[in-house]
């Protein structure tokens, strides 16, 4: 077995550890439901019997396992790296990855236990201590024999975000990276509008055991700190100085931080990021879509088919092989989907970047449930409905990880005073979108907080409500979610509430309508506000809210799409 110490580093300061430190994190940030490994067994599985387990050792003298895998012949080779706390001689890992491919195409590849998980020993922090690991690990393998200096990292979800954690080290060795589906930081996808994700974030720490005192901290995260910004890469991205290629979904829980991620390189990165970033959109969640919408060929989540051998190929050895020659963005535009209607308007577009030039319009909404391009002109207009914290809306698909997702029919949310449709009439043409969307909200509430929801809809001319986005706002995050910015609302005072809904690529057909669907809770994807105003931690009475949504000449609330005009039209 191959054991490296005293692995030259810089040192990276700001990461503490320990098991206090991991506690404190996991309640400041609330723990990524998608990312944590299970539990471990008792006694963790052999190593692969085609592997050969190594050892590396950090800058604290912990040693943390790896299977290498070696292509046939004389080496050194560049080396293709994954950091996984799913186990990597897991049945989860084997699955889905088959050494070989790699091997065959002429690389080293490494497969690590991050810290505390397998083999490898230390204890498991939740990516708390995955800079200086993954520093430490790719320097620790440029060393090796068997590698001749140039190393990629590579991975999904958790394997996605020890890579990016590993880039913002920027580890002299590392060359490139090919991340699917990752956050940019848990604070925005975590704490949409600040509420957190129930069932895939609180839901996922209960199944852990962690306590109720713990998780009533972790909803601390809703408010940025020096806690969240360390959940990364988040700020960390300037760091990065070399090529990725992000792959996402559109129903993906990570679809914001995929294409912020290279956004932000591609536009404002390090020299060695900045123009080299590749990203890749596609119409799938984090694991199969849910409902009566279907994109075959398309809805898988790992899109990769042999993207990754042709990135690294380019990056580790130098193969003119055409991919940066090609454009850096492939989004797929969605369409109508239904199950045995695949229309032939879902497609692949190439772009220059990201986003694409688009203009914002404005669909307002109106009296009898209507949404408008004009700006409405009536001097009083609003619905006013009482939300229960104890009855609320419940949840039916979106971008969700544990439980059904993507695109399913809203239509069996009925009868019901606290949920609101605006929509078109019946389109004339294809609207086509392809953007950040947002909805500008004027809303009141009669005590001090409450929450408003938005859902952008895809109207079938069957009726089908096809779920397109979704996210809410807690009001006292209104003017923000630094410390200072949050307030309680003034009962009964309309204020403009601004709910991000991510990106989405999307072509309304005609015969469709566009719709907004507005309501106060979406259990159990988010947190029921208890509309009481009590900071996390406190344990006041719930109460029933009387909330109001305007739309008048003063309150202007509008469903903000990025409408694009794609073949001339």
């Not at 190393?151 to 990016?164: F, H, L, R, V």
Request: hydrophobic share 40%; net charge negative.
């Amino acid at each position: 077995m191959i054991a490296r110490t005293g692995a030259a580093v810089t040192v990276l300061n700001g990461f503490i550890r320990g098991s206090f430190a991991a506690a404190f994190l996991v309640a400041a940030l609330g723990a990524p439901a998608f990312a944590q490994a299970p539990a471990l067994a008792t006694k963790p599985p052999a190593a692969a019997p085609q592997a050969r387990e190594v050892f590396l050792t950090m800058r604290d003298g912990v040693k943390l396992a790896a299977n290498v895998y070696l292509p046939d012949g004389p080496g050194p080779w560049p080396v293709i790296l994954t950091r996984t706390p799913y186990l990597k001689d897991g049945k989860l890992y084997a699955s889905i990855v088959d050494p070989g491919r790699y091997t065959r195409a002429g690389y080293a590849l490494v497969v690590q236990d991050v810290r505390g998980k397998g083999h490898s020993q230390g204890f498991y922090e939740a990516f708390v201590p995955d800079i200086e690991d993954g520093y430490d690990t790719v320097e620790g393998v440029a060393a090796q024999p068997w590698c001749n200096g140039k190393i990629g990292i590579t991975g999904a979800s958790a394997m996605g975000i020890t890579s990016n954690l590993a880039a913002v080290a920027a580890p002299p060795h590392l060359k490139a990276a090919y991340v699917i589906v990752a956050p940019n930081e848990t604070f925005t996808t975590s704490f949409l509008g600040g509420v957190p994700k129930e069932k895939d974030t609180v839901g996922w720490m209960k199944m852990q055991g962690v306590g109720d005192d713990v998780i009533a901290r972790a909803e601390a995260g809703s408010v940025r700190s020096v806690f969240t910004d360390r959940a990364g890469p988040g700020a960390a991205l300037k760091y990065v100085r070399i090529p990725i290629w992000n792959v996402g979904g559109w129903y993906d829980i990570f679809n914001t931080g995929t294409i912020y991620n290279f956004e932000y390189l591609q536009n404002h990165g390090a020299r060695g990021a900045r123009g080299n970033q590749r990203l890749t959109m596609g119409p799938f969640g984090h694991g199969p879509i849910s409902g009566n919408l279907a994109y075959p060929g398309e809805d898988r989540l790992n899109v990769v088919g042999n993207d990754d051998i042709r990135w690294f190929d380019y990056w580790l050895k130098g193969v003119d092989n055409g991919v940066m020659g090609e454009p850096p963005v492939d989004l797929f535009m969605m369409a109508a989907a239904e199950k045995g209607a695949y229309s032939a308007k879902n497609r692949h577009i190439a772009a220059a970047n990201w986003p694409i030039d688009y203009r914002e319009t404005r669909y307002y909404l109106a009296a009898n449930g209507a949404l408008e391009t004009g700006a409405p002109q009536a001097a009083d207009a609003m619905i006013a409905y009482r939300f229960d914290p104890a009855n609320p809306v419940p949840t039916i698909g979106g971008a969700n990880l544990t439980f059904e997702r993507g695109p399913m029919d809203q239509r069996p949310i009925q009868g019901r005073a606290d949920y609101l449709r605006f929509q078109t009439p019946v389109l004339d043409r294809d609207v086509a979108i392809a953007g950040p969307v947002t909805v500008e909200l004027y809303g009141a509430t009669d005590g001090p907080d409450t929450d408003f929801e938005a859902k952008l809809v895809d109207v079938y001319p069957d009726g089908y409500e096809a779920l397109v986005l979704d996210a809410p706002i807690r009001a006292r995050y209104r003017h923000g979610r630094m410390p200072d910015e949050v307030a309680v609302m003034t009962p009964g005072a309309p204020e403009k509430l601004t709910i991000d809904l991510w990106n989405t690529a999307l072509t309304f057909e005609k015969g469709h309508r566009i719709a907004l669907h507005i309501t106060s809770s979406n259990s159990p994807r988010f947190e029921v506000n208890d509309n009481n105003g009590e900071a996390p931690g406190e344990h006041l009475k719930p109460r029933v809210s009387a909330n109001t949504v305007y739309f008048d000449r003063d309150h202007p609330s509008a469903l903000v799409l990025p409408v694009v005009y794609l073949d001339g039209r």
